[in-house]
C-alpha cells in the first residue's frame, strides 16, 4: 500500500466518524428539546443531517472499500444502489443548505411577516420538492444505466462505461444539468441569501453604533477603557456576521467545487484525471458532511445548551455542575441572540 493511499484511507474513516457522530448529535438535541422542534428551519436541519448519516453509513465505506481494494467494492446490482443513494443525497444535501439559507434571509429581511411566509407546511412542501429533485436524477441515472463503480473516484457514482460511448452526449447533458441544478443552482441561492442578510446585519450593526456613540458623548465622565471596550465590541460584531457570511459560502464552495469541476471536465475524452486527484475530491466533497452540524447547528448556544445537559446525563453527573458553565455562557447571550438569524 502506497502512502497516499493510506492517507486518502485514513481520512475516509476519519470523515465518516467525525460525520456520524456530529450529524447523530444533532439528531439527539432535536429528540431532548422541546424548543429545537418547536422552530420551522427545524425541518430543514433534519433532512441535512439524515441525508449526511445515510451518506457517511453507506457511501463512505463504499468509497473506502474501493481505495483499500482498488476494485470495484461490491456486485453490480449494488454498486448501481450504492450509487442512486448518492446521487440523491448529494442533490437532497445541497437542497436542504439552500432551504436553510432562504429561511434566514426571510427571517432577517421579513421578520414582522416570518411567521407567515414560512410555516411548517411551507417547510414540508420544501422537503417535498428536494425529495422530488432529487429523485428525478437519481431516478433517471439509474434508468439510464448510469450507476457504476469509477476507478477514478474509487466509489460507486455516476459513471459511463467505455463500452457505451455512444451514449456520451446524452450523458453529458445529464451531468451538465445534474450540476447546474444542484451545485449552481445552490451556490446562486446562498450567495443572494446571505448577501442580503449580511447587508441588514450591517445595518442593524451601525444602528446600535450610532447608538453607542450617541451615549458615549453623553457619559463624559466614563473611563476610557470602558469607551474602549464598546468600540472595541463594535468591530467585533461587524467582522463576527461578515466571518459567519463567509464560511456558509466558502465551505460549500470549498468542499463541493473541486468534485463538480473534475466530473465537468472529464466529459472531454481528450482529459484524465488521475485516481488520486479524483478520490481526494471525492473526500473533500464528503467533508461538507462532516462540518455541516458545526456551520448549521453545534456552534449555536441553544444546542450547546441542549448537548452539555444531555452529555451531563449520560455520564451521570450531578446538574449542578452546569452552573459554572451556564454563567460563563451567559456573557454571550446577548451577542449570540442578535446574531441568531444569520447562524
Known sequence: MSIPEFLLEVSIV????????????VLLCFTQST???SHVPGLFVLNLSFSNILLAGINMPSTFLGVAKSAKPFGDSFCKGVSFAET??????????????????IAVVFPLSY???????????????????????????????????????????VHLDGEEMS?????ATFTVLFHLSSFALCLLVLCFAYMKVLRVARSHCKRIDVITVQTLLLLVDIHPSVKERCLAQQKKRRQRATKKICIFIGSFILCFSPY???RL?????????????????KCL???KASSDPFVYCLLRLQYRKVLVSVISRVLGKNQHSLSAHSTSSTLDTMEDNCMARIT
Open 14 to 25: 476519519v470523515i465518516a466518524v467525525v460525520s456520524l457522530l456530529t450529524n447523530v448529535s
Open 35 to 37: 424548543e429545537l422542534r
Open 88 to 105: 440523491f443525497l448529494t442533490i437532497n444535501t445541497m437542497l436542504s443548505m439552500a432551504a436553510l439559507s432562504m429561511d434566514r434571509w
Open 115 to 157: 411567521s407567515s411566509k414560512m410555516r411548517y407546511r411551507d417547510a414540508f412542501l420544501i422537503v417535498a420538492y428536494s425529495w422530488l429533485h432529487s429523485l428525478t436524477f437519481s431516478l433517471t441515472q439509474l434508468l439510464m444505466d448510469w450507476g457504476g463503480y469509477s476507478h477514478t473516484y474509487a466509489s460507486c457514482t
Open 167 to 171: 451514449q456520451l452526449p446524452v450523458y
Open 260 to 262: 463538480v469541476i473534475t
Open 265 to 281: 471536465v472529464e466529459l472531454s475524452p481528450s482529459v484524465h484525471i488521475p485516481r488520486y486527484l479524483g478520490i481526494a475530491t
Open 285 to 287: 466533497s464528503y467533508a
